[in-house]
């Protein structure tokens, strides 16, 4: 199926490459500076700086479908914008369009009742604060989220929360304010899918502890401020809690739809941009008498990488379709093949062009380490490659189960 651009999406991409062109990509020498001299712990000026401009220009909230908060775009409207934010580490976040705050903004305005709505889905809308999603934790198998043993018990008026979590982005961002958080209220149901809930935190209550800053392959910051959080004795509101108890699945499969969505349209972008980076290098640098660009190992790392670009942007589009059409449910399949393919795919383009920059690929003079990173860690975050293969095979053995 051909996926055409209506005209309010072509001209929304017309104006989100141009503010890439006069802000972004000439800032970004700066943005990887500041991330490295001032660490996880603070905010960057030039995202300050720059995030202003972006909501005057009316590029801000892009990503919520559907909703009274956002553009109103559906997921398929809103891939090819994603995508060319994802060119750039910078991008998402000035276009108030960053992981995880967009997961726990759409939680917010989903589930959320109206006093969670006026205290943290409106500064979040804004770009005034930050939140964290607090899933994974160190001393279990995250991969299976039943295995979670961090606990939310009720008390009064209250629920006490105790847990360590890691892998909670952003909580060292000072900016933070509020934390979803996923425990287990009822570890006894026999339903393990019942056993879980999550709960409002916010980050400056008695108990809460960010302990360190977790590196992604040596990087602090970008592209990932990954961090430990300890919940120890944490009180809170019954109010706090989303839904009810023993909802966080339900919630969970909310929000990470289109989390994982958002992340394989900026990854496209990402593996887009880095293939450009290849082609530029391989045409300027000259080995064994000739232009590497004409070396046919060249030669065929480009068009292989042209080629998994497309199938990955097509899958891309049909998920993001899917989930328009029929709904996050339906589509599992076509989001978890993503999922797998898209983190996969841009493995192996900013591998092959690593390789052609040759030593200076692995620094990140060229943005190529912190590129592989980003994709190297997509393997995992949001689930990883084993666990959407085993659902894709699950389902798809279960449309043979009469043959």
């Known amino acids: 199926m051909f996926y055409e651009q209506s005209q309010k999406v072509g001209e929304l991409k017309h104006r989100v490459r141009s503010f890439m062109d006069r802000h972004v990509y000439p800032n970004e020498v700066r943005f990887y500076k500041e991330a490295e001299e001032l660490g996880p712990w603070k905010v960057y000026p030039v995202v300050e700086e720059l995030k202003p ?61 109206r006093e969670h709505q006026e205290k943290w889905l409106k500064p979040l809308l804004a ?59 009822d570890p006894d149901n026999p339903d393990r899918h019942r056993q879980q809930s999550m709960i409002l935190v916010p980050m400056d209550t008695p108990g809460v502890k960010v302990l360190r800053p977790i590196p992604v392959f040596g990087f602090y910051g970008v592209p990932d401020r990954a961090s ?45 941009r880095t293939l450009e980076k290849m082609c530029a290098r391989t045409r300027s640098r000259v080995a064994f008498g000739r232009p590497v660009s004409e070396q046919t190992v060249t030669q065929e790392r480009i068009a292989e990488s042209r080629i998994m670009i497309e199938q990955s942007r097509l899958l891309t589009l049909h998920a993001a379709h899917m989930m328009d059409t029929v709904g996050n449910r339906e589509a599992k399949a076509e989001i978890a093949m993503i999922k797998v393919a898209v983190p996969n795919m841009a493995c192996q383009v900013i591998d092959w062009t690593i390789q052609a920059h040759g030593g200076g690929g692995t620094s990140n003079d060229f943005g190529l380490a912190a590129a592989y990173a980003t994709a190297r860690l997509l393997r995992l975050a949001d689930g990883p490659d084993e666990v959407h293969r085993n659902q894709i095979a699950r389902l798809e053995l279960r449309k043979h189960g009469n043959a």
Not at 61 to 84: K, R, W
Not at 257 to 267: S, T
């Open 127 to 185: 770009g005034e604060i930050r939140s964290c999603f607090a899933m994974t934790e160190p001393a279990v198998a995250s991969s299976d989220a039943t295995n979670i043993e961090s606990s939310i018990v009720r008390d009064g008026d209250d629920y006490v929360i105790n847990g360590r979590k890691w892998y909670t982005t952003n909580a060292t961002d000072p900016r933070c304010r509020i934390c979803i958080f996923m425990g287990k209220t």
């Open 53 to 113: 401009k972006a909501r005057e220009g009316g590029l801000w909230n892009l990503f919520l479908p559907q909703s009274e908060h956002g553009a109103g775009l559906t997921n398929l409207e809103y891939a090819p914008l994603c995508e060319v934010m994802g060119r750039s580490h910078l991008a998402p976040e000035l276009f108030n369009c960053s992981a995880p705050d967009t997961g726990n903004m759409e939680v917010l305005a989903r589930y959320g009742t």
């Open 228 to 272: 430990e959080v300890v919940f120890d004795n944490v009180r809170v509101p019954a109010t706090n809690m989303l839904l009810g108890e023993g909802r966080g699945f339900e919630i969970a499969q909310g929000r990470l739809g289109p989390g994982r969505i958002h992340h394989c349209m900026r990854l496209i972008g990402l593996a887009e």
